[in-house]
């Protein structure tokens, strides 16, 4: 995400960057736009308030009069706010992305741009599959294809979508490390999920089905795709009646003219 930004001719005076905590894009966008009002965005309030700690101005920049950069809940967020609107990794954990979509056209002003990635239906293949050898449910909710996205995108207003993406394998030198920054990636929102709690015989059974994705080096290896989204928000266009009427004297005139009626 952050070497697309130098592609990107925009120099916005304001963006949000939403989901900021587990985006961890806040470097990347003070050193593209330094100039920009930067604030972040959280739905979760554990993540808003680390969010917020992690902003807090060194001393000597606070006794200069310099205050934390805002963190707001989306709901906090005003319409038409943003000139761009950064969403790094985010949108997976999102249960119906088509209204995060909408929320995020409210957000942009009109020429705002939008910036997004997420992890893509070909990512985490390995950890299906063992979860299904165990006879147990889908480990996530299933991730929208970049398609899909591109035409969710449409259907909430915004123009000129550019979809692509990557695949990537990362590695882990054990199992609980590999659990750790899974979660990082946020919670499973599928509705059919197990219920209850995990036991920790059952967490033990986990482990030892993970150390079958070892590599001849012994680090655990899992698939990601990675999906990158890119649109703006355009002008409002006038809507376009159904039907146009005609009246007979005026279809004449055009036929005399060669014009056309349609």
Known sequence: ??????????????VLDWGAFVGAG???LVKAYPHAAITAVEADEERRVATAAGRRPAWWKALAGLSAMPVLRPHEVGDSRADLLWANMVLHGVVDPQREFNTWHRALAVDGFLMFSTLGPGS??????LYGCQGWPAPFAPFVDMHDLGDMLVHAGFADPVMDQEMLTLTWPSADALLAELRLLGGNVDSQRAAGLRTPRWRRQLV?????????????????????????KPRPRPKLAGETAVSLDDMRAMVRRGGSAV
């Open 1 to 14: 995400m952050g070497e697309r930004l130098l592609l990107i001719k925009l120099q916005p005076a304001r």
């Open 26 to 28: 806040h470097a990347e």
């Open 124 to 129: 985490l293949q390995e950890l299906v599959a």
């Open 208 to 232: 030892e089905a993970l150390h079958t994705l070892a590599r001849r080096d012994g680090r655990l290896a899992l698939t990601f795709e990675v999906i990158y989204g890119h649109a703006f």
